[in-house]
């Protein structure tokens, strides 16, 4: 079989890179393929530039709909929410919940924590009372050692919390970890934190060889690995929304009343707070509106993400991040989730559209940017279960995705309008559009 390995790849300029990927992946005409990837470059070179630098090997730019979600009342404010998705109907069904809680008095918010976490994992082949003794003097020297790199975040406000001694050698031969908390204040900190961890993994080694505590074979101290950690239990938020029961309203055209909708909507929440199957459906919907935001602001949706599920699971059981409960007639609907984000550095201050977002937001710092978040995530789970207790999740999604169907058969600006009138209350999918948009061109 041919090889298709290569060598210098990177060193390449664009249109070469997509010339091999042409002729070795693509078997097309490489001046067309050219032609197809260089469609969505950035007609400016400087903002192309600023793209190519966020990543490796670029050949193009995958574009992604902005949209905004407005009417979010959050803490007293007004927001319009940037969301970057490619899914039809997440933004509607935000806007749409928004709108709802809008003259209910909102959502309200309040930062719990905001606690990052840094591990250096280490294994130490000697007595645990010897380095537990040891320990006080060493936490000194590492948080003594660290001060350039922790000066700055000192300053606005951050820094380290602790440093804790953990003795894994039940689960693992010699194993030891230093578990490192610190405050990052409005950056994410991800670099300040591997920064101080791997600096703690210096100093560590080198003050057990100078402590004539150890033993020569004590000595033999090895660093496995100095990283954060993106599970962030202590860095939650929570946001809620509440009325009365009665102030529900009515749904499905007044065929529902309210007791009968916070009933439904309340067991529907408790069933994805006993079945992990249900559990993980009703955490993607939050997701789709948590990440988003995540990344219309620049921030690391996989950090968040990884983050939530294991938030989720923490109790040993994968539950609902949302909760929901009537009580003396009050319907509460709220959510505590653990959002590490940042406001300041990263992409958030390179992106144009990141910068973008933030202005639309009224530059949040980062705990108004968590409160944001929570209210998204809550509201685009407000909007799922509430169709789907409802009028059930296909109607509306359908709708939002008739587009897509449409453009799939290339449908003409005349068809499509005919098709949004006939399809407004017929069951849609794909082989219905099709026999339709079909039908009107026999014609
Ligand atoms: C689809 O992307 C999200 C939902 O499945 C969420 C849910 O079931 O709660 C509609």
Not at 151 to 168: S, V, Y
Request: aromatic residues 10%; glycine residues 6%.
């Amino acid at each position: 079989m041919e090889k298709k390995n290569v060598s210098g790849f990177s060193k390449l300029n664009k249109t070469d890179k997509i010339k091999w990927l042409a002729q070795n992946f693509l078997y097309s005409n490489p001046i067309d393929v050219v032609k197809d990837f260089a469609e969505y470059w950035h007609d400016n070179i400087e903002e192309q530039k600023i793209f190519d630098g966020f990543s490796e090997n670029t050949i193009s730019n995958f574009h992604m709909p902005f949209g905004v979600a407005p009417n979010f009342l959050i803490d007293g404010k007004d927001y319009a929410i940037p969301m970057v998705t490619e899914e039809s109907s997440v933004v509607a069904a935000a806007s749409n919940a928004a709108k709802f809680w809008y003259n209910k008095g909102g959502f309200k918010t309040t930062i719990n924590n905001s606690v990052k976490i840094g591990q250096v994992h280490f294994t130490y082949p000697g007595s645990e009372e010897k380095l537990e003794e040891f320990f006080p003097e060493l936490k000194s020297k590492l948080i003594e050692g660290v001060k350039a790199i922790t000066a700055n975040m000192e300053k606005r406000g951050g820094g380290i919390l602790d440093i804790e001694l953990l003795n894994f050698t039940d689960k693992e031969k010699d194993l030891f970890q230093l578990k490192c908390s610190f405050e990052t204040v409005d950056s994410m900190g991800a670099n300040f934190i591997n920064s101080c961890l791997e600096a703690f993994g210096n100093i560590l080694v080198d003050e057990i060889q100078l402590s004539t505590a150890f033993t020569l074979k004590e000595k033999n101290v090895k660093v496995i690995m100095c990283i954060l950690s993106n599970l962030t239990p202590d860095c939650t938020v929570t946001a809620s929304v509440s009325c009365s029961v009665k102030d529900l309203g009515t749904f499905q055209n007044g065929l529902m009343h309210a007791e009968e909708f916070a009933e439904k909507f309340t067991q529907a929440v408790r069933i994805a707070e006993v079945d992990p199957y249900r559990a993980t459906t009703h955490n993607k919907g939050i997701m789709n509106g948590i990440d988003s935001v995540i990344i219309a602001t620049g921030n690391d949706f996989r950090a968040v993400e990884a983050c939530a599920h294991a938030y989720a699971a923490i109790t040993g059981e994968y539950k609902s991040l949302t909760h929901a409960e009537v009580k003396d007639d009050i319907f509460t609907f709220s959510i505590t989730i653990p959002l590490a984000l940042g406001t300041v550095g990263g992409l958030t201050g390179l992106h144009p559209l990141a910068k973008k977002s933030m202005e639309i937001m009224g530059q949040p710092n980062a705990h108004q940017l968590m409160s944001i978040v929570a209210c998204v995530g809550l509201a685009q789970n407000f909007g799922a279960v509430r169709a789907l207790t409802t009028s059930g999740i296909q109607a509306g999604h359908m709708k939002m995705h008739l587009n897509n169907i449409l453009s799939q058969f290339q449908a003409t600006e005349q068809e499509i309008e005919k098709a949004v009138a006939y399809f407004n209350d017929k069951v849609i999918s794909v082989s219905s559009v099709r026999a339709f948009v079909m039908g009107l061109r026999v014609v």
